[in-house]
């Protein structure tokens, strides 16, 4: 039997052109847009989710500055307005008068701040390992770091001491951490390693930092908008892993903060429940759209 139809093509955004994809009928159902992390991470680690086009569009699209997506040298593009801008480009290019809005990690946070800044008419929002708060998120994963080897950690403070985070060494204790915190699988899927390898350094660099662990130099540094929770009225479903960098605590505030909200923790994923546990994420993530379609 053949999977469901595709349709690619590029939208002019600020500062260049995005590439995006749509999978899944022309018709019935409202679309799911899908937003992926990094920042500078394309969308390839997210292909699963069009496991949900059976009855709706799903439309993946890479951010300006990494996958096939445009790369402009230009580090003044690398904001989170700007990213926003694009994000609303992008809906209105692609004619998504109503829709869902799916957000991984930095992709999330996106998705946040896009309804709070331009309150848009959406059928759902789904948060998936995205919380609030920037600050909590590297204290939490300092926690997690006390945890790791007491090897590991030797490498790591190291050469964050030493300034040296491109060294194969201090790859090697964070690639050690991404295997407990990012996705438990082993081996990687091809797709999430589609991603690192189509990964663009410059632009997590300008929006985050040197290293996961921080600091947070770019321009994520301080973002936090726990407070502002309660602006937001769209039925949301915030997901995690029991293992996940973005804690379940930390994903349960997210929870709270937007009334009527549901939380979905994944007992046996990190941070990419999506791939971890696809089979029971998809059925989680299917049942939500059709009660929010219904609703």
């Not at 937003?35 to 993946?60: K, Q, W």
């Not at 331009?118 to 939490?140: E, K, Y």
């Not at 690192?196 to 632009?203: A, E, I, K, S, Y």
């Not at 293992?243 to 379940?248: F, N």
Request: charged share 20%; aromatic share 10%; hydrophobic share 40%.
């Amino acid at each position: 039997m053949d999977g469901p139809k595709t349709a690619q093509g590029r939208i002019a955004v600020p500062g260049g052109e995005v590439w995006y994809e749509i999978v899944g009928p022309d018709q019935p159902g409202t679309p799911l847009l899908c937003l992926h992390g990094g920042p500078g991470m394309p969308h390839d680690y997210l292909e699963s989710l069009a496991d949900l086009a059976t009855s709706r569009p799903v439309i993946f699209y890479d951010q300006l500055g990494c996958g096939r997506s445009g790369r402009p040298a230009d580090d003044s593009l690398w904001t989170v307005e700007r990213f926003v801008a694009e994000l609303g480009v992008v809906r209105e290019a692609l004619g998504l008068e109503r829709m869902h809005l799916f957000g991984n990690s930095w992709g999330g946070w996106l998705a946040l701040q896009y309804t709070l800044d331009r309150r848009p008419n959406l059928a759902s929002l789904i948060l998936s390992s995205s919380p609030p708060s920037v600050p909590r998120w590297i204290a939490d994963c300092a926690q997690l770091r006390d945890a790791l080897d007491p090897d590991v950690q030797d490498v790591l403070a190291r050469h964050e001491a030493a300034g040296h985070f491109s060294c194969p060494e201090y790859q090697w204790a964070v690639t050690h951490f991404y295997r407990k915190h990012l996705c438990r699988l082993d081996p990687w899927p091809e797709s999430l390693e589609h991603t690192f390898d189509r990964m663009n350094g410059d632009v997590y660099l300008a929006m985050w930092g040197p290293s996961e662990f921080g600091p947070v130099t770019g321009q994520l540094s301080g973002w936090d908008v726990t407070g502002r929770l309660g602006e937001i009225r769209v039925p949301t479903l915030v997901t995690g892993g029991r293992h996940d960098e973005a804690r379940p605590e930390h994903l349960a505030v997210l929870a709270a903060g937007i009334d009527g909200s549901e939380l979905a923790i994944f007992e046996d994923s990190s941070h990419m429940a999506f791939i971890e546990e696809h089979a029971r994420y998809i059925e989680v993530v299917a049942d939500f759209l059709a009660r929010a379609d219904a609703a």
